[in-house]
C-alpha cells in the first residue's frame, strides 16, 4: 500500500474524479479514482489534507486509483491555516509535472500541514518553498555565495539567475541580508526576515508559476484585507 494526499481533484467521467496526488517516496502522480455511491462512496475521503493509503493499477502515467482508505482523520484546518495549506497545494500542482518529482517532499509536506493545523506562521511557507526548491533543483546554495565566498550575517547580497548570491556594499531594490539567507538555511526564521525573503521565494518560484496569479494568494490576501477591515 502507498500512503498519500490528495492535491487536487476534479470529475473525470461518470462517478470519478482525476485526482493529483503527493505520494510517499514516488511524488506526484496523477490517478482516476471511481467514486462509487451511496454508503460505499469514497467521496467524504478523497479531499485534500485526508491522509490516504492506497494502491494503483495501469502501466501508463495515468494510473488508477484502487483499494482506498483513510490512513487518519483528516487535518482540521479553518481561516489562515486552510488558506496557507491550500497555497501549499497549489504550489505543488504547479510547479511538479506527473513524472514522479520530489520523492523526498511527502514527509516535508505532511509535517508543514500538521504545524500549520497547530498554529500558521509564515515561516512554515518559506521553509516549504525552500524545501521544494532543492526538490525542484533550483535552490542556490545558501552557505557560499557565488564567489565561493561563505555567506556572512552582516553582508548584503543579490540573487543572480544561474550564478548564486553576489555581495553587494549597500542596500538596494532586491537585495536580501545574509542573516535572512542563513536563517532559512538553518530554519530559524523570525519576523524580522519575512518580507525579503518572500520577495527572494518569489522570484525564485516565477519560472515555474509562469504568469498565471495563484488563487490562493488572492483568497489569502481577501482574508488578511478583511481582517483589517
Do not use: C
Request: charged letters at 20%.
Amino acid at each position: 500500500m502507498e500512503r498519500g494526499y490528495i492535491l487536487h481533484h476534479r470529475p473525470f467521467k461518470e462517478s470519478s474524479l482525476l485526482v493529483n496526488l503527493l505520494v510517499d517516496g514516488m511524488g506526484r502522480v496523477d490517478a482516476v479514482a471511481r467514486v462509487g455511491s451511496g454508503k460505499r462512496s469514497l467521496k467524504p475521503i478523497l479531499q485534500p489534507f485526508q491522509p490516504l493509503i492506497f494502491n494503483f493499477t495501469g502501466k501508463s502515467e495515468l494510473k488508477n486509483l484502487i483499494q482506498v482508505e483513510a490512513a487518519s482523520a483528516a487535518i482540521p484546518l479553518s481561516g489562515e491555516q486552510l488558506y496557507a495549506s491550500m497555497y501549499l497545494n497549489e504550489l505543488l500542482v504547479r510547479t511538479l509535472s506527473n513524472q514522479h518529482q520530489a520523492e523526498e517532499l511527502f514527509h516535508v509536506y505532511h509535517r508543514v500541514l500538521l504545524d500549520v493545523a497547530a498554529g500558521f506562521e509564515q515561516h512554515q511557507l518559506r521553509w516549504f518553498e525552500y524545501q521544494l526548491l532543492l526538490q525542484l533543483g533550483a535552490m542556490p546554495s545558501l552557505l557560499f555565495d557565488a564567489q565561493g565566498e561563505k555567506i556572512s550575517d552582516d553582508g548584503l547580497y543579490r540573487y543572480i539567475p544561474d550564478q548564486g548570491f553576489i555581495f553587494v556594499g549597500s542596500r538596494t531594490n532586491n537585495v536580501i541580508s545574509g542573516k535572512a539567507i542563513n536563517q532559512l538555511r538553518d530554519n530559524k526564521i523570525t519576523e524580522g526576515q519575512f518580507l525579503e525573503l518572500k520577495i527572494l521565494m518569489r522570484n525564485l518560484l516565477s519560472p515555474f508559476l509562469g504568469n498565471k496569479p495563484l488563487m490562493s494568494r488572492k483568497l489569502f490576501a481577501q482574508l488578511t484585507k478583511s481582517k483589517q477591515t
